[in-house]
């Protein structure tokens, strides 16, 4: 296996930490376990570049540079992190004004630029490493009898410029699960105008929940921090809004994955840490 690194400083971790023990812990189980890249910059997202241009770029290039300096392929435990590094990279490897000023701002922290860095989903990264038709071999619980939503909504098309969408569902479908067609798949998630319009974006997340509930989703899978603390975290919020209770689970895929391999312990899964609890397992 090439050297790879992993990227686990996302957004709001007091809420979204079962998505960085899952994936830690499915890496672990898999023997595919990476160091973890430090001194990175908590993502910021992508949502944020209108906020101050300048600063997102130059943050997201100071995590490709310690990567560099690892000289290591940088693995995102969710998708939110990995379109802000890949925005940056496109914009950096197309704006070379850019690129020069802040590979000398770099240079005062003894860290170079690298334009070739390989940035990948954690669903790439297992799939290239350890690879489908594997992990249905070592499936120990199938979840053929369940329904789901897989979810990568409005970061759907953003994903397929620089990823393998496909990975995420060859990846649960190996575990059996099948997954529910729904209208909103592409909608967003409400979370980028929660800031402000708190009541909108309850009603935007949770019309979106009930069009999944609506089309017999059991439980529903995603795999960036936002959507988890939309989905999870603020559910009952959701429910008064619209005015019907959703009653969903909220899985990362990393989640489905050890759960399919066996592993029931919930704190090693992560759902120790969830708001709405699950009966699933």
Same mark, same amino acid.
């Given at each position: 296996?090439?050297?790879?690194? /992993? ?44 906020? !101050?241009? %300048? ?22 435990? =969710? ?7 890949? &925005? ?5 490897? $197309? ?17 170079? /630029?690298?334009? !070739? ?11 290239? %490493? ?7 071999? $070592? ?9 789901? &939503? /897989? ?14 969408? $496909? ?30 319009? =708190?009541?909108? @974006? ?42 019907? =209770? ?13 759960? @399919? ?21």
């Amino acid at each position: 296996m090439k050297k790879y690194i /992993l990227f686990d400083a996302i957004i709001d971790i007091n809420h979204t930490l079962p998505l960085v023990t899952s994936a830690k812990e499915l890496l672990k189980v898999l023997n595919l376990e990476i160091p973890v890249l430090s001194g990175a910059t908590r993502d910021c997202g992508v949502e944020s570049i209108g906020e !101050d241009i %300048e600063t997102f770029y130059k943050e997201n290039a100071r995590t490709l540079a310690l990567a560099s300096k690892e000289k290591s392929s940088i693995v995102c435990v =969710e998708d939110s992190s990995f379109l802000s590094l890949k &925005a940056t990279l496109e914009e950096l490897k $197309n704006d070379k004004n850019l690129a020069n000023k802040i590979t000398l701002g770099l240079k005062k922290d003894n860290l170079e /630029l690298n334009l !070739d860095i390989e940035i990948l989903t954690l669903a790439d990264f297992i799939v290239k %490493e350890f690879g489908i038709s594997k992990l249905k071999k $070592n499936v120990n619980k199938n979840f053929e009898k369940f329904f789901a &939503a /897989l979810y990568l909504g409005s970061y759907r098309c953003q994903i397929e410029r620089y990823s393998d969408t $496909n990975s995420y569902e060859n990846l649960l479908k190996a575990t059996g699960l099948k997954l529910v067609d729904y209208n909103l798949k592409n909608q967003v998630n409400g979370h980028a105008l929660y800031d402000v319009n =708190e009541k909108l @974006s309850y009603k935007i997340a949770g019309t979106l929940m009930l069009d999944m509930f609506d089309n017999a989703a059991d439980f529903v899978v995603v795999n960036d921090a936002r959507s988890f603390v939309m989905f999870d975290e603020h559910q009952k919020e959701l429910e008064k809004v619209v005015g019907r =209770e959703i009653k969903l689970s909220i899985f990362s895929l990393a989640e489905i994955l050890l759960l @399919s391999l066996g592993i029931t312990d919930k704190k090693r899964v992560g759902l120790d840490n969830h708001a709405i609890k699950t009966d699933i397992i």
